[in-house]
């Protein structure tokens, strides 16, 4: 039996550096924007090679302006502290109009309050860091954007791009 060293630490299949991840990113909204940023920008801080994949909604990520929203709808664990405990939102109140825009604002609110950086900043840090950012073509030409949308320094890739970069990573995360 082996010791308790040898079972803690990470194996790395033989041609892979250690120091490498990649994130696909496929979500745009902005609870969902942290994630994978504070993720990359650490990595890359800490001397990991990062590459990001954006597709589907996570291309969001990238346009030049970010009107980020929360979505309540089907996220019950989503509690906000509010009148000294932690208030749970039905998915009925979804329904109402302006709800999103209203949740978005306290969450937007309550980060500020907290010191949580914006993610127009977590971004700026993490292509700063060195992570590389690749926007999905299918997704770019699916959803009829432009690279004038989006953020300079981007790579434009496809699926095969990311299985190439997923294969040769050491841990990959899908967000």
């Not at 060293?5 to 979500?27: F, L, Q, R, Y």
């Not at 009925?92 to 127009?120: C, F, W, Y």
């Not at 949308?149 to 791009?161: F, K, Q, R, S, Y």
């Amino acid at each position: 039996m082996s010791n308790i060293a040898e079972m803690s630490s990470p194996k790395v299949k033989p041609g892979i550096d250690p120091n490498t991840m990649s994130i696909i990113v496929t979500k745009g909204s902005l609870d969902w924007a942290y994630p994978p940023f504070i993720l990359a920008s650490t990595a890359a801080a800490m001397g990991l090679e990062v590459t990001m994949f954006f597709t589907f909604y996570g291309l969001n990520l990238l346009m030049k302006d970010l009107d980020l929203q929360v979505s309540t709808l089907g996220n019950p664990a989503m509690k906000m502290p509010m009148m000294g405990m932690h208030m749970g939102m039905p998915n009925i109140v979804s329904a109402i109009p302006g709800i999103d825009a209203a949740t978005s604002k306290m969450m937007k609110n309550l980060m500020k309050k907290k010191g949580v950086a914006p993610i127009q900043e977590l971004r700026e840090l993490t292509v700063e860091a060195g992570a590389r950012l690749i926007a999905c073509q299918m997704t770019l030409d699916m959803f009829e954007y432009g690279m004038d949308d989006m953020i300079g320094g981007l790579e434009i890739g496809g699926a095969a791009t990311y299985i190439e970069v997923a294969t040769q990573s050491h841990i990959n995360l899908f967000i």
